[in-house]
Every structure is written in C-alpha cells, then in structure tokens.
C-alpha cells in the first residue's frame, strides 16, 4: 500500500506544482486585463480590486485616440509575418541538409547555432547598425526583417533537423528508385511530412517578431515605421508617469495576437515541437 500511496502522493505534488505555476504565469495577464477596463478613479485607489466595479471601454478609445495602433500593428504584421516566412523557407533546405548528411563539419554547425543562441542583442546591436547602415536599409521594414529572420534562424535550424530526422529515410528512397530528382525528393515527400514542424517553427518566429522590441526601437526612427512594441512605450501622461488604463488596453490588444494563434494551432504545434525533439 506504501508505493501506490506514495505515487499518488507524487502526482498531486506535480499537479499542485503546475497549477501553482500556471498561476504565476496567469497573473500578469489577468491584472493587465482588469487594469484595461477600470475607469482613472479606480486606477488611483488605495485598495484595488480584481473585478473592475465599473468597467469602462475607455481606456480603449483613448488609446487608440493618442497612438497609431493600427498603423503600428499593421508594421508589426508585415515584418513578422515577412519574417517568419523567409525563416522557414530558408532553415528548411539547410536543415534538410544538416540532417541528412551528418559529419564534423555538421555537427560543428549545430553547435555554433545552439552557442548563438546565448549571444546577449547588445553585443551585436553595434555592428549590425553598421551593416544596415552601410546597406541603406537602417529605418526600413526591409532591414528590421532582415535582422529578425537571421535571430530566429538558429532556432529555426535546431528545431527542423530533428523533425527532419524522424522522417524515415526509406520514402525518400523509394522516391529516388522513382525517377525522383533531390529538389522534388524534398518539395513532394519530406516538406508535406514536415508541415507540423513547419507551421511550429513559423508560429514561434512569427510570435518572436511579434513580440520583439529592442531591434526596432533602434532601427526604426520615424513614427510611420515603428512597431507595435515600440509605440506602446509613449503612452505617458504627466511628469513621464506611464498612462496605465490606455497602456493597459494598448498591451492587452498587443496580445491578443498572440493569444488567437496559440488556442487556434495548439495542437499542430505541440505535435511539431514533439516530433521536432525526436532524434534516431
């Protein structure tokens, strides 16, 4: 009766620790959420509530009143969603390629991209503003995309080498018996077996660009071309003291973006991200 008590005792213990976590995480959100909606009097109170009393929309219609939102959003979409479709396009040969032919000079690469992962944006930010610079490409789209799909790229390569690597080597053989040349080998039986980690990786490069700030608060200098993130941070009121309610309401329609994909895709995604850890 001793081991199955203690499984069981083990279990709950995991449950609580995941709700608990779930918790710290919901957190953020559900105040952001309530801050969004309670009206300047109760913003100011000495005993805040969880459930705006009053609930207003408008810190909504202010927000959109102060800011460009939807122009600042429409920037977000395009280099994200530009983003995240280069990346994918890109890392899919490479990662085909780095799958398929193992050797010291591929798992060097592999290394190299997990260790470039760890680089912190300050170190760089200097010398890729003087190529951009040098490219004419500094306050453009074009460059802010072209700085994003180079940082999701690593990601991007780990996690399609290792979905490349479950798919079995023998329908790719027997396509090649076929008549099959190796561009059509990967565009008719690998890319169609990939699209779960496909639509995986470019979800999360989408959400990374989405979400992104430091790159396009230095890149981007005019009002026309900044992003989501970066307008969000000009919602001050007096004395420089941030404008919580329109910042709240502002943040909360950043996220939901976000938020759409997630609870729309779960399930691709995660069956991407499982098969994409696979590795024989």
Same mark, same amino acid.
């Given at each position: 009766?001793?081991?199955?008590?203690?499984? %069981?005792?083990?279990? &709950?213990?995991?449950? @609580? /620790?995941?709700?608990?976590?779930? +918790?710290?995480? =919901? $957190? !953020? #959100? *559900?105040?952001?959420?309530?801050?969004?909606?309670?009206?300047?009097?109760?913003?100011?109170?000495?005993?805040?509530?969880?459930?705006?009393?009053?609930?207003?929309?408008?810190?909504?219609?202010?927000?959109?009143?102060?800011?460009?939102?939807?122009?600042?959003?429409?920037?977000?979409?395009?280099?994200?969603?530009?983003?995240?479709?280069?990346?994918?396009?890109?890392?899919?040969?490479?990662?085909?390629?780095?799958? %398929?032919?193992?050797? &010291?000079?591929?798992? @060097? /690469?592999?290394?190299?991209?997990? +260790?470039?992962? =760890? $680089? !912190? #944006? *300050?170190?760089?930010?200097?010398?890729?503003?003087?190529?951009?610079?040098?490219?004419?490409?500094?306050?453009?789209?074009?460059?802010?995309?072209?700085?994003?799909?180079?940082?999701?790229?690593?990601?991007?390569?780990?996690?399609?080498?290792?979905?490349?690597?479950?798919?079995?080597?023998?329908?790719?053989?027997?396509?090649?018996?076929?008549?099959?040349?190796?561009?059509?080998?990967?565009?008719?039986?690998?890319?169609?077996?990939?699209?779960?980690?496909?639509? @995986?990786?470019?979800?999360?490069?989408?959400?990374?660009?989405?979400?992104? #700030?430091?790159?396009?608060?230095?890149?981007?200098?005019?009002?026309?071309?900044?992003?989501?993130?970066?307008?969000?941070?000009?919602?001050?009121?007096?004395?420089?003291?941030?404008?919580?309610?329109?910042?709240?309401?502002?943040?909360?329609?950043?996220?939901?973006?976000?938020?759409?994909?997630?609870?729309?895709?779960?399930?691709?995604?995660?069956?991407?991200?499982?098969?994409?850890?696979?590795?024989?």
């Amino acid at each position: 009766m001793t081991a199955p008590r203690t499984g %069981r005792a083990g279990r &709950a213990a995991q449950y @609580a /620790a995941l709700l608990c976590y779930l +918790v710290f995480l =919901a $957190f !953020p #959100f *559900v105040w952001l959420v309530s801050i969004a909606f309670k009206p300047a009097a109760e913003l100011g109170s000495l005993h805040p509530t969880w459930i705006p009393e009053d609930p207003t929309l408008a810190n909504f219609r202010q927000a959109f009143d102060e800011q460009p939102l939807l122009r600042a959003a429409g920037n977000s979409l395009l280099a994200a969603a530009s983003a995240a479709l280069v990346a994918v396009v890109v890392a899919t040969p490479m990662a085909y390629v780095m799958a %398929r032919r193992r050797s &010291a000079l591929t798992t @060097a /690469a592999t290394g190299w991209v997990i +260790v470039s992962q =760890a $680089f !912190p #944006f *300050v170190l760089v930010i200097i010398p890729l503003f003087l190529v951009l610079k040098n490219l004419h490409l500094i306050n453009t789209l074009a460059g802010l995309v072209a700085v994003y799909v180079t940082w999701s790229l690593p990601f991007a390569l780990w996690m399609l080498v290792g979905y490349v690597r479950a798919v079995p080597r023998e329908l790719e053989e027997a396509a090649a018996v076929d008549g099959a040349g190796r561009v059509r080998v990967l565009v008719s039986v690998t890319a169609p077996l990939l699209a779960p980690g496909l639509v @995986a990786t470019g979800l999360f490069a989408f959400i990374t660009a989405w979400n992104e #700030f430091f790159f396009a608060l230095v890149l981007l200098k005019t009002a026309e071309k900044q992003t989501l993130p970066v307008v969000l941070t000009h919602f001050l009121g007096a004395e420089g003291a941030a404008d919580l309610g329109p910042l709240a309401a502002a943040a909360f329609l950043a996220t939901l973006p976000s938020l759409l994909v997630f609870a729309v895709i779960q399930k691709r995604i995660t069956g991407g991200m499982l098969a994409g850890a696979v590795k024989n």
